[in-house]
T-cell receptor, first 116, second 109 residues
Framework: DTEVTQTPKHLVMGMTNKKSLKCEQH?????MYWYKQKAKKPPELMFV???????INESVPSRFSPECPNSSLLNLHLHALQPEDSALYLC???????????????FGEGSRLTVL | GQSLEQPSEVTAVEGAIVQINCTYQ??????LSWYQQHDGGAPTFLSY????GLEETGRFSSFLSRSDSYGYLLLQELQMKDSASYFC??????????FGTGTQLKVEL
């Protein structure tokens, strides 16, 4: 199984809503990532988890709250978002140890978020 | 941090060879990856250069020169399905992967 599965594929929410994005992988990877991508732009790193611990937070606003319940799951909790947060949110995973040597991240298809 | 610059758009004809360049400025650099992304799709890994030189994988080759802070992706025997966005990505410490500005490749008949 070389898949990263993200749900939901599409999400529309109001600025007062609370929602969550979910990501799952069963490749035994111990590094997991959240990226944000706007149209015609590169993916921008938001968070990195290594062995279920948050290792990188790229100064992301607190209205985005990541969670890594176990080595296979990664969540992104959303609260009080702004319309400019509308984007494609990509989850990825990689091996630890071998990851930095191969540079390979496995990406999910993304969750397309629209904030009204 | 890292910044990686690419040409915004490249156009080539089917069957041709095209080179997509990437120049980078970085503090802390372990290697350069390349990713392909079709419209509406996920980025998919193409290649990785940890050391200077050329890495070849089928129709795709990637090159890195650390002394010049420069790399490129070479696509041979272009096919229509190669029309996509291509991103270089710099590998930093702590599993940090920073994407370049991206190049949209258009393959024409």
């Amino acid at each position: 199984d070389t898949e990263v599965t993200q749900t939901p594929k599409h999400l529309v929410m109001g600025m007062t809503n609370k929602k969550s994005l979910k990501c799952e992988q069963h490749m035994g990877h111990r590094a997991m990532y959240w990226y944000k991508q706007k149209a015609k732009k590169p993916p921008e790193l938001m968070f990195v988890y290594s062995y279920e611990k948050l290792s990188i937070n790229e100064s992301v606003p607190s209205r985005f709250s990541p969670e890594c319940p176990n080595s296979s799951l990664l969540n992104l909790h959303l609260h009080a978002l702004q319309p400019e947060d509308s984007a494609l949110y990509l989850c990825a995973s990689s091996q630890e140890g071998a990851g930095p040597n191969t540079g390979e991240l496995f990406f999910g298809e993304g969750s397309r978020l629209t904030v009204l | 941090g890292q910044s990686l610059e690419q040409p915004s758009e490249v156009t080539a004809v089917e069957g041709a060879i095209v080179q997509i360049n990437c120049t980078y400025q970085t503090s802390g650099f372990y290697g350069l990856s390349w990713y392909q992304q079709h419209d509406g799709g996920a980025p998919t890994f193409l290649s990785y250069n940890a050391l200077d030189g050329l890495e070849e994988t089928g129709r795709f080759s990637s090159f890195l020169s650390r002394s010049d802070s420069y790399g490129y992706l070479l696509l041979q025997e272009l096919q229509m399905k190669d029309s996509a966005s291509y991103f270089c990505a710099g590998r930093g410490g702590g599993n940090k992967l920073t994407f370049g500005t991206g190049t949209q490749l258009k393959v024409e008949l």
